[in-house]
């Protein structure tokens, strides 16, 4: 075998130490481009015979050296693609780069966290096997470790040095260097006859090895024709746009969609993981339907019954209502931030919701599928009470997992379901004692007999399901179904219509679906046109969750419709998801770890760019993670360096060269090519979209971009307009392609990103009924006629710096209960909290109040009177200091403190009515003022001895611009009055002194 080399080529190496390893003979013979190639002019190249030979370094790689388990092939073949693709070229422009532009730097660092990750835990790349795919990467870095000039790009990197070094001490890698004889003093050698490869994009949506892409073909002649095709005609080819009435119903000459996302639980803020796993999909994927012109309904709301419910309300001394009420407000204000537009968002606490649960029950019992069994439940003595299953916790049963916090209904670590009594070691959860064992008659639905009927169902439909919802719905049919408890002894939940069950409720894995009927009847009366439909009207239903709710949307809410047998929709669609994690740790609701929607809100960063970022890490097939670092790079380089970029400069071009009149694009072959290209990643974004695959289709939206991109870099428009007639042309022609992207960018984005949309389709000038997409044959159309006029162009988006990021990290580290602590003890710490302070022991006394007269069990408000005795002692010491100083601060602080704090209290109630929140800060607003007229008073009187004309004269002009300023920035009245009463003051004293 023979390798054909260029001197000090890195890639070579790859084949030196892959040969070593191996114990094959190579014969290493330099060469030049001068000579003949059979095929791409590319080095190196691995002969290994007349018939057979490698011009792609990685390939050829894999061919020397394939001692990998079979299973592991194609991820390592996958790494390989990326280090080609991705990796190499970084470094090749790194090396060939005098100065470093920090764009170049930013996408290096962010491949060299990807190894970091990977290796963080293992050996080599794939555990504790060396790959063709270490050989590859390791290759490449060569230069990085050994250059005393480039290695501290690896200096941050602990893990990948140490698997660096580890491979470096391998015999067969030493010698392989020694045989290659290259240096890091010269001059690395291209990889091709065209030089070193160019960085395919700074701004790559590819975000991991295990994600890049294969290298892609340049357009047949048959995509160029297609495309030319629909260039010239597909806009004449959209449906007419959907005209819709207040509420959307199912019509027979149209796609009908409906689409639901899992009910949240009101118990709690919604955190980052909720949000992504159900209702932000759902959104994504309803404005892509309406981009499609499918006629979309999209339904939700909260879950409010159940014992989590009851639990929240003793933890906080309220009824259950109150707890629904005031969560249900705070899940409709954070999701109304994300800009999620439901068409009803609900509730299943309505009197609608109770009479559809009963309605449905009655159905299967008629039917023959309901009886009673009496069943052993765990009865805690000292509560003197049936223990639901959310307030029993205790070892998980299943063989393999024995988690120890496990819920009496599922456990969150093998995330199967749990029947409370088979808990090992279950404890209450209230006061902590080991209940007891007694009988409870309860009513079950026969799961079993429905069996036959909900497989041949399954069978049918589940090849329109995400893999994560197939794999539930199979591990929970390999067994045989068991009847299931419907019924539960609890308060709170839709009470049972049945003699002698009165004073039980619904389970709420049995009532909560059903609340998407009754929330659509809350919007409608006419909602059994969308689940109960005419035989001549389609609908299809899409229901996105994560995977957790699977059992209860393909096992058992399907069962129950069947059994009640009355023609309702059974789902077609299942999206789920894996889970999202937050850095190096989980989001917990019940821990109060993660980011949390609220907290978004607080971050200043705008609701898009959350939107983008949690659809980019989107867990569709494996869990995924937060990361405050990958938040900014993704917004730095995917949304401002690439996309945002190519937008601003296509229309900036277009408002500057043509008076913001869009040219002619008179297409050219290489235009059409440039089609070709872009209909493919419109082909690859709707099957994505349609088989609820969100983050693969967002990729295909930024690669749109990237095309964009390369084909305004390589056209350059503002040299050709500087050129002949002929040059005009082509120039003219390259801004209106570009504009032209613009606008179906805008399109595809849109879904992911509603705002951005909003605001490019007005610097468009566009209705959004222009900008839509047909899914049968998705194509890069003509949106904007020639001599269309444009709006005025401006940036879609801002940097976030590092710094920001990193101090948001530290802000929202640990846990909710942390950073309250921590507020709180900031609070206490400052001059002037002692009304605040008043008001948070008498509500904290109130709360106790409301305990201890609910329950005798001690231990549940135990934990609240320690919570009031503390706040006692910060009162008192508060008192203590202000006594000590009864006024902090000058006047001009105080004047200062008391206009932000004017402004905070404004903000707050524009934001909420619940009064809750904002009153701490009303006083602490009037607190401040009382010490700003006692300040104010004690301040000595300013000179009337040593007045001149001219020092108050310079004085009221001072004066008066700082009351012009405080009226504009604020209509409270109290904030500038007494600055004018100053201003007053010091004209009555120059009048005095001009008399004299």
């Given at each position: 075998?023979?390798?054909?080399?260029?001197?000090?080529?890195?890639?070579?190496?790859?084949?030196?130490?892959?040969?070593?390893?191996?114990?094959?003979?190579?014969?290493?013979?330099?060469?030049?481009?001068?000579?003949?190639?059979?095929?791409?002019?590319?080095?190196?190249?691995?002969?290994?015979?007349?018939?057979?030979?490698?011009?792609?370094?990685?390939?050829?790689?894999?061919?020397?050296?394939?001692?990998?388990?079979?299973?592991?092939?194609?991820?390592?073949?996958?790494?390989?693609?990326?280090?080609?693709?991705?990796?190499?070229?970084?470094?090749?422009?790194?090396?060939?780069?005098?100065?470093?532009?920090?764009?170049?730097?930013?996408?290096?660092?962010?491949?060299?966290?990807?190894?970091?990750?990977?290796?963080?835990?293992?050996?080599?790349?794939?555990?504790?096997?060396?790959?063709?795919?270490?050989?590859?990467?390791?290759?490449?870095?060569?230069?990085?470790?050994?250059?005393?000039?480039?290695?501290?790009?690896?200096?941050?990197?602990?893990?990948?040095?140490?698997?660096?070094?580890?491979?470096?001490?391998?015999?067969?890698?030493?010698?392989?260097?020694?045989?290659?004889?290259?240096?890091?003093?010269?001059?690395?050698?291209?990889?091709?006859?065209?030089?070193?490869?160019?960085?395919?994009?700074?701004?790559?949506?590819?975000?991991?090895?295990?994600?890049?892409?294969?290298?892609?073909?340049?357009?047949?002649?048959?995509?160029?024709?297609?495309?030319?095709?629909?260039?010239?005609?597909?806009?004449?080819?959209?449906?007419?746009?959907?005209?819709?009435?207040?509420?959307?119903?199912?019509?027979?000459?149209?796609?009908?969609?409906?689409?639901?996302?899992?009910?949240?639980?009101?118990?709690?803020?919604?955190?980052?993981?909720?949000?992504?796993?159900?209702?932000?999909?759902?959104?994504?994927?309803?404005?892509?339907?309406?981009?499609?012109?499918?006629?979309?309904?999209?339904?939700?709301?909260?879950?409010?019954?159940?014992?989590?419910?009851?639990?929240?309300?003793?933890?906080?001394?309220?009824?259950?209502?109150?707890?629904?009420?005031?969560?249900?407000?705070?899940?409709?204000?954070?999701?109304?931030?994300?800009?999620?537009?439901?068409?009803?968002?609900?509730?299943?606490?309505?009197?609608?919701?109770?009479?559809?649960?009963?309605?449905?029950?009655?159905?299967?019992?008629?039917?023959?599928?309901?009886?009673?069994?009496?069943?052993?439940?765990?009865?805690?003595?000292?509560?003197?009470?049936?223990?639901?299953?959310?307030?029993?916790?205790?070892?998980?049963?299943?063989?393999?997992?024995?988690?120890?916090?496990?819920?009496?209904?599922?456990?969150?670590?093998?995330?199967?379901?749990?029947?409370?009594?088979?808990?090992?070691?279950?404890?209450?959860?209230?006061?902590?004692?080991?209940?007891?064992?007694?009988?409870?008659?309860?009513?079950?639905?026969?799961?079993?007999?429905?069996?036959?009927?909900?497989?041949?169902?399954?069978?049918?439909?589940?090849?329109?399901?995400?893999?994560?919802?197939?794999?539930?719905?199979?591990?929970?049919?390999?067994?045989?179904?068991?009847?299931?408890?419907?019924?539960?002894?609890?308060?709170?939940?839709?009470?049972?219509?049945?003699?002698?069950?009165?004073?039980?409720?619904?389970?709420?894995?049995?009532?909560?679906?059903?609340?998407?009927?009754?929330?659509?009847?809350?919007?409608?009366?006419?909602?059994?046109?969308?689940?109960?439909?005419?035989?001549?009207?389609?609908?299809?239903?899409?229901?996105?969750?994560?995977?957790?709710?699977?059992?209860?949307?393909?096992?058992?809410?399907?069962?129950?419709?069947?059994?009640?047998?009355?023609?309702?929709?059974?789902?077609?669609?299942?999206?789920?998801?894996?889970?999202?994690?937050?850095?190096?740790?989980?989001?917990?609701?019940?821990?109060?770890?993660?980011?949390?929607?609220?907290?978004?809100?607080?971050?200043?960063?705008?609701?898009?760019?959350?939107?983008?970022?949690?659809?980019?890490?989107?867990?569709?097939?494996?869990?995924?993670?937060?990361?405050?670092?990958?938040?900014?790079?993704?917004?730095?380089?995917?949304?401002?360096?690439?996309?945002?970029?190519?937008?601003?400069?296509?229309?900036?071009?277009?408002?500057?060269?043509?008076?913001?009149?869009?040219?002619?694009?008179?297409?050219?072959?290489?235009?059409?090519?440039?089609?070709?290209?872009?209909?493919?990643?419109?082909?690859?974004?709707?099957?994505?979209?349609?088989?609820?695959?969100?983050?693969?289709?967002?990729?295909?939206?930024?690669?749109?971009?990237?095309?964009?991109?390369?084909?305004?870099?390589?056209?350059?428009?503002?040299?050709?307009?500087?050129?002949?007639?002929?040059?005009?042309?082509?120039?003219?022609?390259?801004?209106?392609?570009?504009?032209?992207?613009?606008?179906?960018?805008?399109?595809?984005?849109?879904?992911?990103?509603?705002?951005?949309?909003?605001?490019?389709?007005?610097?468009?000038?566009?209705?959004?009924?222009?900008?839509?997409?047909?899914?049968?044959?998705?194509?890069?159309?003509?949106?904007?006629?020639?001599?269309?006029?444009?709006?005025?162009?401006?940036?879609?988006?801002?940097?976030?710096?590092?710094?920001?990021?990193?101090?948001?990290?530290?802000?929202?580290?640990?846990?909710?209960?942390?950073?309250?602590?921590?507020?709180?003890?900031?609070?206490?710490?400052?001059?002037?909290?002692?009304?605040?302070?008043?008001?948070?022991?008498?509500?904290?006394?109130?709360?106790?109040?409301?305990?201890?007269?609910?329950?005798?069990?001690?231990?549940?408000?135990?934990?609240e009177v320690n919570k009031l005795l503390e706040l006692k002692k910060q009162l008192t010491a508060a008192q203590a200091q202000a006594q000590a100083s009864p006024t902090s601060g000058?006047?001009?602080?105080?004047?200062?403190?008391?206009?932000?704090?004017?402004?905070?209290?404004?903000?707050?109630?524009?934001?909420?009515?619940?009064?809750?929140?904002?009153?701490?800060?009303?006083?602490?607003?009037?607190?401040?003022?009382?010490?700003?007229?006692?300040?104010?008073?004690?301040?000595?009187?300013?000179?009337?001895?040593?007045?001149?004309?001219?020092?108050?004269?310079?004085?009221?002009?001072?004066?008066?611009?700082?009351?012009?300023?405080?009226?504009?920035?604020?209509?409270?009245?109290?904030?500038?009055?007494?600055?004018?009463?100053?201003?007053?003051?010091?004209?009555?004293?120059?009048?005095?002194?001009?008399?004299?």
């Amino acid at each position: 075998m023979k390798i054909l080399t260029n001197e000090n080529n890195t890639s070579t190496l790859k084949l030196l130490i892959a040969a070593n390893l191996a114990g094959k003979k190579v014969e290493l013979q330099n060469v030049s481009f001068e000579g003949v190639f059979a095929g791409p002019r590319s080095l190196p190249l691995l002969e290994v015979d007349d018939q057979l030979a490698f011009f792609s370094s990685n390939a050829a790689t894999q061919y020397l050296f394939p001692v990998l388990d079979m299973s592991q092939n194609g991820q390592s073949q996958q790494m390989q693609e990326w280090e080609a693709t991705r990796l190499q070229p970084a470094v090749s422009a790194v090396l060939a780069a005098k100065t470093v532009p920090a764009d170049l730097k930013q996408a290096l660092d962010a491949f060299l966290q990807h190894v970091e990750a990977i290796v963080a835990t293992k050996k080599y790349l794939f555990g504790d096997m060396l790959s063709a795919a270490d050989i590859s990467l390791w290759s490449t870095l060569y230069p990085l470790y050994h250059s005393e000039a480039l290695k501290t790009y690896l200096a941050p990197y602990k893990n990948t040095l140490r698997w660096y070094a580890d491979i470096a001490q391998a015999k067969a890698v030493q010698e392989a260097v020694k045989q290659w004889g290259g240096s890091v003093d010269k001059p690395f050698a291209a990889l091709s006859a065209l030089g070193a490869p160019q960085l395919t994009s700074l701004a790559s949506p590819v975000g991991t090895p295990m994600e890049g892409p294969a290298a892609v073909p340049g357009p047949t002649d048959e995509e160029i024709a297609s495309a030319k095709e629909s260039w010239q005609h597909g806009r004449s080819r959209l449906q007419a746009p959907l005209k819709q009435d207040k509420v959307a119903m199912p019509v027979n000459d149209r796609r009908n969609v409906l689409i639901t996302s899992s009910l949240p639980y009101v118990n709690n803020v919604p955190h980052l993981g909720n949000i992504i796993g159900c209702v932000l999909s759902g959104d994504i994927f309803a404005r892509y339907c309406r981009l499609c012109d499918y006629n979309t309904l999209y339904i939700c709301g909260t879950d409010e019954y159940g014992t989590a419910t009851e639990t929240k309300a003793l933890q906080e001394g309220v009824t259950p209502q109150q707890i629904c009420d005031k969560y249900f407000e705070i899940h409709n204000s954070v999701y109304r931030w994300f800009d999620i537009g439901f068409d009803h968002f609900g509730r299943t606490t309505t009197p609608e919701h109770t009479q559809l649960v009963q309605k449905l029950f009655r159905q299967v019992k008629e039917n023959g599928f309901i009886n009673s069994q009496t069943v052993d439940q765990l009865h805690c003595e000292k509560c003197d009470k049936f223990l639901a299953d959310r307030f029993v916790e205790g070892t998980c049963p299943h063989p393999g997992c024995l988690y120890e916090d496990a819920r009496g209904d599922q456990c969150d670590k093998c995330g199967k379901l749990v029947n409370a009594i088979e808990l090992i070691k279950p404890r209450c959860k209230i006061c902590g004692d080991s209940p007891a064992v007694r009988p409870s008659e309860q009513l079950f639905i026969e799961l079993g007999q429905l069996e036959p009927a909900l497989r041949s169902w399954v069978t049918k439909v589940e090849h329109g399901w995400s893999p994560s919802a197939r794999a539930v719905a199979r591990s929970w049919l390999r067994e045989p179904l068991r009847a299931r408890a419907v019924t539960r002894d609890l308060k709170w939940g839709v009470p049972v219509p049945v003699e002698g069950f009165t004073n039980k409720v619904f389970y709420v894995w049995f009532d909560a679906p059903i609340g998407y009927w009754s929330i659509t009847q809350c919007l409608t009366k006419d909602y059994e046109k969308w689940w109960k439909p005419d035989k001549d009207i389609h609908v299809k239903l899409y229901q996105f969750m994560a995977k957790d709710n699977v059992p209860f949307h393909a096992i058992m809410f399907p069962t129950a419709i069947i059994a009640a047998n009355q023609g309702h929709v059974l789902v077609d669609h299942i999206f789920a998801t894996e889970y999202l994690n937050y850095e190096e740790g989980k989001f917990s609701k019940s821990r109060g770890v993660g980011v949390f929607g609220t907290d978004a809100q607080d971050t200043g960063i705008p609701s898009d760019v959350w939107r983008f970022y949690l659809a980019s890490v989107r867990p569709e097939s494996s869990d995924s993670s937060f990361s405050w670092v990958e938040l900014g790079t993704r917004n730095n380089s995917e949304l401002l360096n690439n996309l945002g970029n190519f937008c601003h400069r296509s229309l900036s071009f277009c408002a500057n060269s043509f008076k913001g009149r869009v040219p002619e694009l008179r297409a050219a072959r290489a235009d059409f090519e440039l089609m070709a290209l872009v209909n493919r990643e419109l082909v690859a974004y709707v099957q994505h979209m349609e088989k609820g695959r969100l983050r693969e289709a967002l990729k295909h939206v930024l690669l749109i971009s990237k095309l964009g991109n390369q084909h305004m870099q390589s056209s350059q428009p503002w040299v050709l307009l500087k050129g002949t007639d002929d040059d005009k042309e082509r120039g003219s022609t390259a801004i209106a392609m570009c504009c032209q992207l613009v606008a179906l960018l805008c399109a595809l984005l849109t879904p992911y990103m509603p705002a951005t949309g909003r605001r490019l389709r007005d610097q468009l000038n566009v209705t959004p009924d222009t900008l839509r997409l047909n899914p049968t044959n998705p194509s890069f159309i003509q949106y904007l006629p020639a001599g269309h006029v444009i709006g005025k162009p401006e940036p879609l988006f801002t940097k976030i710096e590092p710094e920001v990021l990193e101090k948001l990290r530290a802000k929202y580290a640990g846990t909710q209960d942390d950073r309250e602590k921590k507020q709180n003890g900031d609070v206490t710490s400052v001059s002037g909290s002692v009304a605040e302070l008043e008001k948070a022991v008498a509500e904290q006394g109130e709360k106790v109040r409301k305990l201890k007269a609910s329950t005798k069990d001690k231990a549940v408000w135990t934990p609240e009177v320690n919570k009031l005795l503390e706040l006692k002692k910060q009162l008192t010491a508060a008192q203590a200091q202000a006594q000590a100083s009864p006024t902090s601060g000058s006047v001009a602080d105080l004047e200062k403190a008391v206009a932000e704090q004017g402004d905070k209290v404004r903000q707050l109630k524009a934001s909420t009515k619940d009064k809750a929140v904002w009153a701490p800060e009303v006083n602490k607003l009037l607190d401040l003022k009382k010490q700003l007229t006692a300040a104010q008073q004690a301040a000595p009187t300013s000179g009337a001895a040593g007045d001149s004309v001219a020092s108050l004269e310079k004085a009221i002009a001072e004066q008066g611009d700082k009351v012009r300023k405080l009226k504009a920035s604020t209509k409270d009245k109290a904030v500038w009055t007494p600055e004018v009463n100053v201003l007053l003051d010091l004209k009555k004293r120059l009048a005095a002194l001009q008399t004299k």
